[in-house]
């Protein structure tokens, strides 16, 4: 009974003992504890990403109703069809009081999205006169982008005539499979054969057998990215003549125009391959052009074919890395000012104290709240204009990313 006892004492004595010194140290903790939290740095290769809104352009075969009727026991939306399989089956009609859904407020007429190339070229004389003021001044700065804009639209401008001249010489440029007769027999049921590979959509809008990809320097981009489009799904819809039905898009060819900054366009290169993410597809996009229409940069990637795309959706949230850059990647958080106003962080050192390192910033990410900092050394004009080394945050630093 004895030893059973001293056991229980013992034990209960200990877990005193215990409990007493977790309070002391947490105790300790809250009173002492200055709220700082440091993390180690490595220098690498950092991505520079941007998400920038996308416009899909896709190449597609419109299937379209010569007469009246409606569609029936066919495959599903973005159901993917090789040659000769069957879609569906129009069945014909000759109620001719049916009403378009396809109309004027829905599929609107191509011009509206124009752009205006006397619009351009005032943009030029207005870029031009503020590039001999900065130069008078000697604000280099400013003068460099206004030389940028120049050179842009003057191409921009240079694509549109072109396109112009030989507007004549393009073949057809929408491909168009009419479906039935105005002659057709009520509830007459015709196969809807497929004549080449691809995914069959419902989803139409007012982009459909208007915009084309040669076209794309005439566009108004301003509107494009703007504008609000609701597509119509024709899956239950009754048709009339000259009604889209449906489209088979091509599988292996898709464009993605991606709205940018006019100065991020510098970053890419003609035939360079891009990592690109839309939504949770990851797909590779080749940049066949660049180029600045009005006050944007757009960047035109031929993507190869991704699954699980939305077809309804024309304007999508498009990812993709824009540059990499040697260097360390720190949060924006760890970055504070000395008492000259010098930006930097705070390093631990080798005797275990806390020491401020200016930085130097070479890249800030939109996608993350980091930037990346030139690591070891980095140079700069003092006051003097004379050039001085600086230390900065080295590989394996530890730095002060909580507190101060």
């Known amino acids: 009974m004895n030893s059973t006892w001293n056991y229980k004492a013992i034990f209960k004595f200990l877990l005193y003992v215990f409990v007493v010194i977790i309070a002391i140290v947490y105790i300790y903790g809250v009173i002492f504890d200055k709220g700082e939290r440091w993390e180690k740095v490595s220098a690498g290769v950092a991505p520079i990403s941007r998400t920038a809104k996308g416009f899909i352009l896709t190449e597609s075969l419109l299937y379209k109703a010569s007469g009246y009727g409606s569609l029936t026991d066919s495959v599903a939306e973005a159901t993917i069809v090789k040659n000769g399989e069957l879609i569906g089956t129009f069945v014909c009609s000759q109620d001719k009081t049916v009403q378009s859904s396809q109309n004027k407020s829905s599929l609107q007429d191509g011009e509206d999205f124009k752009i205006d190339e006397k619009a351009i070229q005032q943009s030029l004389d207005t870029d031009f006169k503020k590039l001999n003021c900065a130069l008078k001044t000697g604000d280099n700065s400013t003068a460099v982008k206004l030389k940028r804009n120049l050179i842009y639209n003057l191409e921009f401008l240079g694509k549109i005539k072109n396109l112009a001249a030989n507007a004549g010489s393009f073949d057809a440029k929408f491909a168009v499979k009419m479906i039935g007769s105005p002659e057709q027999v009520e509830n007459a049921s015709l196969p809807l054969i497929s004549t080449e590979t691809g995914i069959v959509s419902y989803y139409v809008d007012m982009y459909d057998g208007v915009l084309n990809f040669d076209d794309r320097y005439t566009f108004d981009y301003e509107k494009l990215f703007s504008n609000v489009v609701v597509p119509i799904n024709t899956i239950n819809e009754r048709f009339v003549p000259n009604d889209i039905v449906l489209k088979l898009v091509d599988k292996k060819k898709w464009y993605i125009l991606v709205n940018l900054n006019v100065e991020d366009l510098d970053n890419f290169l003609i035939d360079s391959r891009l990592e690109v993410s839309v939504g949770d597809n990851k797909l590779i996009g080749i ?27 024309r304007i999508v949230d498009v990812h993709l890395v824009l540059d990499k850059v040697s260097g360390i990647k720190i949060p924006r958080k760890a970055i504070h000012y000395n008492d000259k106003d010098v930006k930097g962080v705070y390093v631990m050192n080798v005797d275990n104290q806390k020491t401020f390192r200016p930085i130097e910033i070479i890249k800030e990410d939109d996608s993350d709240d980091t930037v990346v900092v030139t690591s070891d050394v980095f140079t700069k004009t003092n006051d003097d204009g004379n050039i001085e080394t600086v230390n900065t945050v080295s590989s394996g630093d530890r730095i002060l990313v909580k507190g101060k």
């Open 287 to 313: 940049v066949v052009d660049k180029y600045k229409s009005k006050n944007m940069g757009i960047l035109a990637l031929e993507v190869d074919s991704f699954s699980n795309i939305d077809l309804s959706r």
